[in-house]
């Protein structure tokens, strides 16, 4: 018998792509799974998109109480890694006569550079951290570039100093590339995308701009994709951070969701384990991803996260990634050897459990007695014991260094081991607390996906001396609470999950760099 719906509409569909799986899952309006689903991932990955979402509708009794529909994809961050489908950017940076001596994409990868940055101009403009303007904006010079741009570049990239805190020259700069390349011409604005701090707030700018097309592509198939499936849903991509954007957002902001996987997998772990602080480990068919959990959201990144090669300053989770999965190749020869290499969604077909020829860390899980319900054990009949223990310790050993590198403390704390390839995770650990396997872990992904909360955040530098702290706070507060508000967020749940201050005290008047992040549920 299928499980039974909740009231109309209150269903929701997450779909998370892994390169190893395509995982589904329906929820129902008080969060607990209706219907789950692990597929194959295929070359195509709206394919296997398609496969996931027809797979866990059909243990539905109603598809149409399905409401909502989320998507964590890797689509643009492959298209980085692999260098396909970019497109070519312009490069217009407001900034001279200052930054005359670092030419935008300089420290890039020379194929990466050479792949998506067709233009770069640095013409006069930007902000000093005060407000005080480096330069007039040189609109002349705006304009010549986004008519040289208008035939052979796909989308330009504009970057400012100081454009969070002031936006003014980055918006104007974009009306003026509307009046030259026309008004539906695609235009990334810094602001819009990173944090303080203009190289790696440019890097991501450019990379999201390169992105547009392959994001187009992205959205336009999982919209196909659910109405194919019968379904009037409202549709969201998952983000870096743990939360949702509008689909419409989505094709705009791409490289804002580049990190979302994880992402998925640890809030997904939170609310499976009922814990808001934890380590998390995540672990697929090719890589183990080790975060750790604060309130119930992962720990972002201080440092500059590279994507592909390049540094970029916007919002990514704080993790650990190591070359260990269920697909991953066991040799014996000179020792045991395990990976990096993996056999990928080709597990189901090449593990020796399955009747392939290539032993993987899932034949060895099978046989040391920690995978059930996968493949045929009497296919392992002949594996050396002395091989499985050597595999399997070498597992454990790497589990609890990547454990220990997380943790900012000797402190214990749980372990929640999430993902297809859980079964790799010890019992037990040291400097664990305990080692926990929620209901519904195999697809935590796909149930972070479809739980997630919008979410508004700011970056700003204020004058505490000016105003006063406390009403910079609350200015803060307030922004953040409105853009998450316009990101869906039921205005009567909206909380603040983080509030960083950084005192600027090179600054006079008492400047101070003010991170603020307001979350809330979808409202109806």
Request: hydrophobic share 45%; glycine share 12%; proline share 5%.
């Amino acid at each position: 018998m299928k499980p039974q719906t909740a009231d109309l509409k209150k269903l929701r569909i997450g779909v998370d792509v892994g390169g190893t799986n395509t995982d589904a899952v329906v929820t129902d309006d008080t969060g607990d799974v209706v219907a789950a689903t692990k597929t194959a991932s295929t070359p195509e990955p709206i394919d296997g998109i398609k496969a996931a979402v027809a797979a866990v509708l059909d243990q539905v009794d109603d598809p149409s109480a399905v409401g909502k529909a989320m998507l964590g994809t890797t689509h643009p961050t492959n298209a980085i890694i692999r260098r396909q489908d970019l497109d070519r950017v312009g490069v217009l940076r407001l900034a001279a006569p200052s930054s005359l001596g670092v030419r935008p994409g300089a420290a890039w990868p020379e194929d990466l550079q050479r792949m998506v940055i067709a233009h770069s101009e640095i013409v006069g403009g930007g902000f000093e951290y005060d407000g005080t303007p480096i330069a007039d904006l040189d609109e002349d010079a705006v304009r010549r570039f986004g008519s040289s741009c208008a035939q052979d570049v796909s989308a330009i990239a504009v970057s400012c100093p100081f454009s969070p805190a002031i936006i003014d020259h980055e918006l104007r700069a974009a009306e003026l590339l509307a009046e030259e390349c026309g008004a539906d011409f695609p235009v990334s604005l810094s602001h819009t995308v990173g944090s303080l701090g203009l190289l790696e707030r440019e890097n991501a700018t450019i990379l999201n701009a390169s992105l547009l097309t392959v994001a187009k592509r992205v959205v336009a198939g999982f919209r196909s994709t659910l109405t194919e499936a019968g379904l009037e849903v409202a549709s969201f991509l998952t983000q870096n951070d743990g939360t949702l954007m509008a689909v419409d957002e989505a094709d705009k902001y791409p490289v804002l969701t580049v990190g979302s996987g994880p992402t998925n997998s640890m809030r997904g772990a939170s609310t499976l384990a009922g814990l808001s602080d934890a380590l998390v480990i995540d672990v697929g068919g090719t890589s183990a991803d080790v975060g750790i959990l604060v309130d119930g959201f992962p720990r972002e990144s201080t440092a500059a996260v590279e994507v592909g090669g390049v540094r970029t300053n916007f919002r990514m989770p704080d993790l650990i990634s190591v070359g260990l999965g269920g697909g991953s190749v066991v040799r014996n020869g000179d020792g045991v050897a395990v990976g990096p290499d993996s056999v990928g969604f080709d597990v189901v077909t090449e593990a020796v459990c399955m009747g392939g020829s290539t032993l993987t860390l899932s034949d060895v899980s099978l046989a040391a007695g920690r995978l059930e319900g996968f493949g045929d054990p009497g296919l392992l009949a002949g594996l050396d014991e002395s091989l499985t223990d050597a595999a399997m310790g070498w597992v454990d050993q790497r589990i609890g260094v990547l454990c220990e590198r997380m943790k900012a403390s000797s402190t214990l704390l749980p372990l929640i081991a999430v993902g297809g390839g859980a079964h790799l995770v010890p019992p037990t650990l040291r400097g664990i607390s305990e080692v926990l396997w929620p209901p519904h872990h195999s697809v935590a992904n796909a149930f972070g996906a479809a739980i997630a909360e919008a979410a508004g955040s700011i970056d700003k530098v204020y004058g505490y001396d000016t105003a006063g702290r406390e009403a910079c706070l609350d200015a803060a507060r307030a922004e953040a609470e409105d853009a998450a508000i316009r990101a869906g967020a039921d205005p009567k749940q909206v909380r603040i999950t983080r509030i960083v201050e950084i005192p600027m005290t090179y600054a006079p008047g008492g400047r101070c760099r003010v991170i603020v992040k307001a979350v809330g549920p979808l409202g109806s």
